[in-house]
């Protein structure tokens, strides 16, 4: 996946989310790029790769809460909230 530079992100915060992306499965990577960099609707990329409608959206959301995670951790910043309880949840480590 070659993602080109946003304008808006710096060469460090484009590189910080390029090591995140790194943790991504191929499927979430493909789905955020379409969304992101492609500017395609969930619809047009549920069409694209086979899924319903709420199943690209729920595959979207998790790439994005598993970015969040990522992000935050490099940042030394504590994850808290929904993002948290799905990473804990997905990692083993809830109680």
Same mark, same amino acid.
């Given at each position: 996946?070659?993602?080109?530079? !946003?304008?808006?992100?710096?060469?460090?915060?484009? +590189?910080?989310?390029?090591?995140?992306?790194?943790?991504?499965?191929?499927?979430?990577?493909?789905?955020?790029?379409?969304?992101?960099?492609?500017?395609?609707?969930?619809?047009?990329?549920?069409?694209?790769? +086979?899924? &319903?409608?709420?199943?690209?959206?729920?595959?979207?959301? &998790?790439?994005? @809460?598993?970015?969040?995670?990522?992000?935050?951790?490099?940042?030394?910043? !504590?994850?808290? +909230?929904? &993002?948290?309880?799905?990473?804990?949840?997905? @990692? +083993?480590?809830?109680?």
């Amino acid at each position: 996946m070659l993602l080109k530079k !946003p304008a808006s992100l710096s060469q460090e915060q484009f +590189g910080l989310l390029c090591e995140a992306l790194a943790y991504l499965s191929d499927k979430q990577k493909a789905v955020i790029e379409m969304r992101f960099w492609q500017d395609m609707s969930i619809q047009e990329i549920a069409k694209r790769i +086979g899924l &319903s409608w709420q199943s690209t959206d729920a595959l979207i959301e &998790s790439a994005i @809460n598993h970015l969040r995670v990522r992000l935050l951790q490099h940042a030394g910043l !504590p994850v808290r +909230g929904k &993002s948290a309880k799905i990473y804990q949840l997905k @990692n +083993g480590l809830a109680a």
